[in-house]
């Protein structure tokens, strides 16, 4: 059995990942650190559990990268703690990832989707990175 449990805060938040509100006259940023643990335990055939903490980032891409820049543990532009990088994801890196989903749809479908495009799920952490599913 495995579990996940905690909560959302959004990036002006009061999270203890995140130190200073970058936008404290505008309306909040639809970006958000989500904390928790996870745990895992088994029964057969050793008995075995482990809780760990983590955070998952659930970015609005068209925030990128402006909405990282105020916090020194996270970035969209350098190599820091916790980074988004958007070589990593599909389409030219030289492009809007908001952009490049949205032409994929549209390939895909036929129809161009108009909104916002989020993303939840890991960051790179100290340059590593293990995709999310």
């Known amino acids: 059995m495995s579990a996940v449990e905690g909560q959302g805060v959004g990036v002006g938040g009061p999270s ?16 958000a650190v989500y904390e928790g643990w996870v745990r895992h335990r088994r029964f057969e055939p050793v008995e075995h559990a482990f809780r760990y903490r983590l955070f998952l980032m659930y970015l609005d891409l068209g925030e990128l990268p402006e909405i990282l820049d105020p916090y020194p543990f996270f970035s969209a532009r350098h190599p820091t703690l916790a980074r988004f990088r958007r070589e990593d994801f599909m389409g030219d890196p030289a492009r809007p990832l908001d952009e490049c989903a949205r032409e994929a749809v549209e390939e895909a479908t036929g129809s161009y989707p108009f909104g916002p495009v989020r993303r939840s799920g890991c960051s ?10």
């Open 16 to 31: 203890p990942l995140l130190s200073a509100d970058p936008h404290p006259l505008s309306l909040p940023p639809a970006s």
């Open 124 to 133: 790179r952490r100290s340059g590593w990175w293990m995709r999310s599913a």
